[in-house]
């Protein structure tokens, strides 16, 4: 599916597929992180079975601003994982939604668009 963003000067998610995303029309192979701030950085996962509490830990970087919410983005279906992986957002008070990759693409433009401090999590498994 190809996206078009509102304002072509923040980052967002312009199209996606099986096994890939384009973030600002750069495609991405591999499980990636994206910030509404700008930031795109790999998420070294490869498939839902594999995440840590330790990966969702990661998502929150030092010397940046919390996001208010994290979009997680669980491959080509709707899987969740074990609350005690989030537990780290949530002492944090970070939100944290969790839905199929595509969906949680275009929800991450939407929120990014409107300004809000959002991070997408997205797991992209081959």
């Known amino acids: 599916m190809k996206l078009h963003a509102d ?40 498939r839902l079975e594999a995440l840590t509490a330790e990966h969702f830990a990661a998502l929150i970087e030092d010397g940046m601003p919390a996001p208010e919410l994290v979009i ?18 949530i002492e944090r008070r970070i939100g944290v939604e969790t839905m199929d990759t595509g969906a949680a693409c275009r929800t991450f433009n939407i929120l990014a668009g409107e300004g809000r401090r959002v991070l997408a999590a997205l797991l992209i498994e081959n």
């Open 7 to 46: 304002k072509p000067d923040q980052v967002s998610v312009t199209a996606y597929g099986d096994g890939w995303i384009a973030v600002n029309g750069e495609r991405h192979a591999t499980s990636l992180v994206i910030g509404s701030g700008g930031t795109v950085r790999p998420w070294g996962v490869a």
């Open 72 to 89: 997680f983005g669980s491959g080509t279906r709707l899987r969740f994982v074990p609350p005690a992986l989030l537990r780290s957002l």
